[in-house]
């Protein structure tokens, strides 16, 4: 039986990106139609016209709803990338396909996107050694992870209420972890990343570039082609019904390599003040007064600044490699293309 495929978020920056590259890859195994959630009939238009995939508008509040169409539409592949922030619409897509599996007897699987944020120092992670996303203690850590921001504890405890529920309801589920993605999009929506465009906005409205915290951090980085592509791969196993590390074992991470916070903001600082943005190329030490200032800009209280700018994170992609995903990039691509990424935003924000 052809599998049919739902993939969420098509407006935007990766889910677009997702949606347009499976348009143009020729070599996954059979499979039946790629639907694509969409919110209105502008949408529904663009997502036929950019990506031939057919639209699908569905009530994420209604079970029932949810459950009939995946069954109506033999839907047995989900790839939800609009919401990390809880589990809510996710465990009801897990049951929906729970209901599939048993109607057509067929394997089912969910794939989530979360992002690195909940594998870093917010969320208590260790960050004194390298933590790879293979890691058999990753699940363990994860669900006994803690932050003082109550919405990123949530976000955490999102991605074990899916693996839970998966194991419980027989649905394989997958947990995809995004890092500092860059690079243009390709879909109709959002063409640009969170972080990179976090360190502009808020350069912009200082004038400078500032460090939002004292941790001398790493974060893991990779392209969009590269983050793109291992959706793709994750996706090409399970159409040929290979076994991949799924549930507990099923952590994937993008990444081509880790940069030091402190050298991605020197080389931002140095395109943004080449492109009269900052006033001077140097790294400044945040102020008080400046991270009110970049809260403001971020829309996002002063404490969540270094949230979204900063921290560290010894998250290690492996997983990955093992079912022949291969980054194009590497790490130190991010930093020497910051002048073509800051140039990108500003003709985006």
């Known amino acids: 039986m052809p599998r049919n495929i739902l993939i969420t978020g098509g407006s935007g920056y990766i889910g677009g990106s997702l949606l347009a590259t499976l348009k143009h890859t020729s070599d996954l195994p059979q499979h039946g139609t790629v639907y694509a959630l ?43 990338m609009i919401n990390a922030f809880n589990a809510i619409a996710q465990l009801k897509f897990v049951e929906g396909l729970a209901n599939v599996k048993q109607r057509l007897g067929i394997e089912t699987h969910f794939l989530h996107t979360t992002g690195a ?15 790879s996303d293979a890691d058999d203690e990753l699940c363990e850590i994860q669900k006994n992870a803690k932050s003082k921001f109550p919405p990123m504890e949530t976000a955490v405890g999102a991605n074990s209420e899916i693996i839970e529920a998966g194991e ?19 879909g109709f929506g959002n063409r640009i990343s969170i972080q990179t465009v976090a360190v502009v906005r808020a350069a912009k409205a200082l004038r400078r570039v500032c460090k939002p915290d004292t941790v001398e951090g790493t974060w893991p980085v990779c392209h969009i082609d590269d983050t793109v592509s291992l ?32 050298d991605l903001y020197k080389q931002m600082a140095k395109a943004l003040a080449a492109n009269g943005i900052v006033e001077d190329d140097m790294v400044h030490d945040a102020s008080d007064k400046s991270l009110e200032e970049a809260a403001k800009a971020l829309g996002c209280p002063k404490e969540f600044v270094p949230v979204e700018m900063g921290g560290a994170c010894s998250l290690q992609a492996d997983r990955g490699r093992k079912i022949g995903w291969s980054p194009k990039q590497s790490a130190q691509h991010a930093l020497d293309d910051a002048g073509n990424e800051a140039r990108l935003i500003l003709a985006n924000i």
């Open 231 to 262: 959706y793709v791969d994750i996706l090409r196993n399970i159409l040929s019904e290979k076994k991949i590390g799924s549930g507990r074992s099923g952590y994937y991470l993008a990444s081509s390599g880790s940069v030091a916070w402190a």
């Open 38 to 80: 969409v919110r209105s009939n502008e949408q529904a238009e663009a997502v036929k016209t950019h990506y031939n995939a057919t639209p699908l508008n569905l009530d994420l509040e209604d079970q029932a709803a949810i459950t009939a169409t995946l069954v109506e539409k033999e839907i047995s592949v989900v790839f939800f």
């Open 117 to 131: 944020k909940l594998f870093s120092s917010f969320v208590g992670h260790p960050t004194d050694r390298v933590l």
């Open 168 to 186: 419980k309801l027989g649905v394989s589920t997958y947990i995809y972890i995004p890092c500092i993605v860059y690079g243009e999009g390709s």
